[in-house]
Nanobody, 123 residues
Framework: QVQLVESGGGLVQAGGSLRLSCAAS????????MGWFRQAPGKEREFVAA????????NYADSVKGRFTISRDNAKNTVYLQMNSLKPEDTAVYYC????????????????WGQGTQVTVSS
């Protein structure tokens, strides 16, 4: 069992930045690929980014490529999502996830979800 706790969400103006954190506890964090997903009101949950267990491989949804950066610190059992140049359409609840394998987009299978953190971008 793995427990995930996200933090760092909030309200920011368009063009601003936020950094989300996801602290993991339980089984060996460094063995797992990790991902971030988001769900806007009235929409399905969608893939945002993934990072391999070493941190050496990363991939992003086209909608955030060049603006968001996923990273991890295995010594701290934490994965991050740095979000720059935020847009109103980035408004959503952001979820951290333990992935079955390093993956991208609709090919991702999630073993564990965090509880989510709200990100709101005002225009």
């Amino acid at each position: 069992q793995v427990q995930l706790v996200e933090s760092g969400g909030g309200l920011v103006q368009a063009g601003g930045s936020l950094r989300l954190s996801c602290a993991a506890s339980g089984r060996t964090f460094s063995s797992y690929a990790m991902g971030w997903f988001r769900q806007a009101p009235g929409k399905e949950r969608e893939f945002v980014a993934a990072v391999s267990w070493t941190g050496g491989s990363r991939n992003y949804a086209d909608s955030v490529k060049g603006r968001f950066t996923i990273s991890r610190d295995n010594a701290k059992n934490t994965v991050y999502l740095q979000m720059n140049s935020l847009k109103p359409e980035d408004t959503a609840v952001y979820y951290c996830a333990v992935l079955r394998n390093y993956c991208s987009g609709s090919g991702c299978y999630v073993n564990y979800w965090g509880q989510g953190t709200q990100v709101t971008v005002s225009s």
